[in-house]
């Protein structure tokens, strides 16, 4: 897996997930959002209209991910706020 963040101010570099590794919330807040991405995003969104929105993969609607952007990313676009997947 590989994860990674644009924005018209910046983009990060890509954080590759080795193969076999358990994803979960736990996981990604303490690997990813905790020691890559906190630091890193707040420059890219300080003094700019821009806001902070994640897919829908399940460590990113878990609650406890959604609790840590909320408490650390006022402009984030919650779980809750995201539109309806149709499928046809």
Request: hydrophobic content about 40%; glycine content about 4%.
């Amino acid at each position: 897996m590989v994860w990674g963040a644009i924005s018209p101010k910046a983009k990060l570099n890509l954080i590759f997930i080795d193969k076999g590794v358990k994803l979960n919330a736990k996981y990604y807040l303490e690997e990813v959002f905790v020691g890559n991405f906190s630091a890193h995003v707040s420059s890219m969104l300080r003094d700019s209209p821009n806001c902070f929105q994640q897919d829908s993969a399940p460590i990113h609607k878990a609650r406890i991910s959604q609790q840590r952007c909320k408490d650390n990313k006022p402009s984030l676009i919650s779980a809750d706020e995201w539109p309806l997947r149709l499928r046809f």
